[in-house]
């Protein structure tokens, strides 16, 4: 079953601009992942932000987690047409193990 | 190998056929994982290998889906029976180590077809 949700499903913004993408998720995590796919296929590992970690940044993203929200939110500054993707978050609901609880994405279109 | 492999790419099989789907992990990767993706999903868990043992199998939806990873190293997802509700993408993924602290590096996939 899913683990969380995406908010928003979709996202269509212009060059420059920023982009926002929220996930919330159900129970207490470890870790929490965000990935990027194309076309439907591979996914590319973005970051991830330990459970007693608020804010990361790497290069033009920064992701906040909020655990008390049970949240986290991806921002990709100065947006660009190859930013276009899928954007996932995926949690380990606590586990070690290494299985990962995917939501179902955010759809983001950045028009040139 | 430079990322991790999966082949075919595409398999379009007819419904009751059985299909078998192959990962080539990244070298010296000891953690295996299989994903299936429906079409605006997001990746739901089959199976974890660390090794040659399946550590969990839990995601597996029932017994006409099997994987096996003999030597450590490739992995073959094996789907016997097949039905038109098995028409997805599998993703296969891998990592360093074991847990999720550590990034998977997930392959293209292998988009199946049941027809």
């Known amino acids: 079953s899913q683990q969380g949700e995406e908010d928003p499903q979709a996202l269509s913004i212009q060059e420059g601009e920023n982009a926002t993408m929220n996930c919330s998720y159900k129970t207490s995590i470890n870790n929490l992942q965000w990935y990027r796919q194309n076309s439907g296929r591979g996914l590319v590992h973005l970051i991830l932000i330990r459970s007693n970690e608020r804010e990361k940044h790497s290069g033009r993203l920064r992701v906040t987690l909020d655990t008390s929200k049970k949240s986290s939110s991806l921002l990709i500054t100065a947006s660009r047409a190859a930013d276009t993707a899928s954007y996932f978050c995926?949690?380990?609901?606590?586990?070690?193990?290494?299985?990962?609880?995917f939501g179902r994405g955010t759809q983001l279109t950045v028009w040139p | 190998g430079a990322g991790v492999s999966q082949t075919p790419s595409n398999k379009v099989t007819e419904k009751g056929k059985y299909v078998e789907l192959r990962c080539d992990p990244i070298?010296?990767?000891?953690?295996l994982y299989w994903y299936r993706q429906s079409l605006g999903q997001g990746p739901e868990f089959l199976i974890y290998?660390?090794?040659?043992?399946?550590?969990?199998d839990s995601g597996l939806p029932n017994d006409r889906f099997f994987a096996v990873r003999p030597e450590g190293s490739v992995s073959t997802l094996k789907i016997q029976r097949t039905e038109r509700g098995d028409s997805a993408v599998y993703l296969c993924a891998s990592s360093r180590i074991p847990g999720a602290w550590t990034e998977a590096f997930f392959g293209q996939g292998t988009r199946l077809t049941v027809v």
């Open positions: 290998f660390q090794g040659t043992g399946a550590a969990d």
């Open positions: 070298s010296g990767h000891t953690a």
């Open positions: 995926a949690s380990d609901r606590g586990s070690t193990l290494g299985r990962l609880y």
